[in-house]
């Protein structure tokens, strides 16, 4: 029978379990790395978006562009055919807008829930800006006076609730941690 000398084992069991130790150690430092990170880019991306609606909300309030969209309302309904073209400029429709979004839309999932009330901004932002440029396009030209006006006024409201949103929007990035 051969002699075995069960005391070499004990080296080879500390190793193992070192290994092991050692292993599960770098495993959860590497997913605290990559936690860390990831909330800095998510604040980073939040931060960022925060003060680009809070740009383009100034940019709106200084064009006055809500006024200007009630005052081409008015007119048209008052029979100025060109009304919408005199109170906004073809330059408000082609606004290009939100380009820290536009550029980052793989990652805005990591915004968690206020991603969908982002998304929904932006594109009520688009929507608005589309009617402005379809209106210099010529494509409202077949309405009368009156849908111009109720076209315009409905792109009103659109205003208002975006409005309302950037607001809640702003807040809720702004509190991302």
């Given at each position: 029978m051969i002699d075995f000398d069960?005391?070499?084992?004990?080296?080879?069991?500390?190793?193992?379990?070192?290994?092991?130790?050692?292993?599960?150690?770098?495993?959860?430092?590497?997913i605290r790395t990559l936690e860390a990170d990831l909330a800095v880019r998510r604040k980073?991306?939040?931060?960022?978006l925060a003060a680009e609606i809070e740009a383009f909300q100034r940019i709106v309030n200084r064009r006055d562009m809500p006024a200007r969209c009630q005052a081409a309302a008015d007119a048209a309904r008052a029979g100025n055919e060109n009304a919408v073209r005199e109170w906004l400029s073809e330059q408000d429709g082609r606004m290009e807008i939100l380009s820290i979004y536009h550029a980052n839309l793989g990652n805005i999932g990591l915004l968690g829930p206020v991603c969908v009330e982002l998304v929904t901004f932006v594109g009520l932002v688009q929507a608005i800006l589309s009617t402005i440029r379809g209106a210099h396009e010529g494509i409202y030209d077949k309405l009368d006076g009156g849908q111009?006006?109720?076209?315009?006024?409905?792109?009103?409201?659109?205003?208002?609730?975006?409005?309302?949103?950037?607001?809640?929007?702003?807040?809720?990035?702004?509190?991302?941690?």
């Open positions: 069960w005391t070499v084992l004990i080296p080879l069991l500390s190793g193992l379990m070192g290994a092991l130790v050692g292993g599960g150690i770098g495993y959860f430092a590497q980073s991306l939040a931060q960022a111009v006006a109720d076209l315009f006024e409905s792109e009103l409201e659109l205003w208002r609730l975006s409005e309302k949103l950037a607001t809640k929007v702003i807040a809720d990035l702004r509190a991302i941690t």
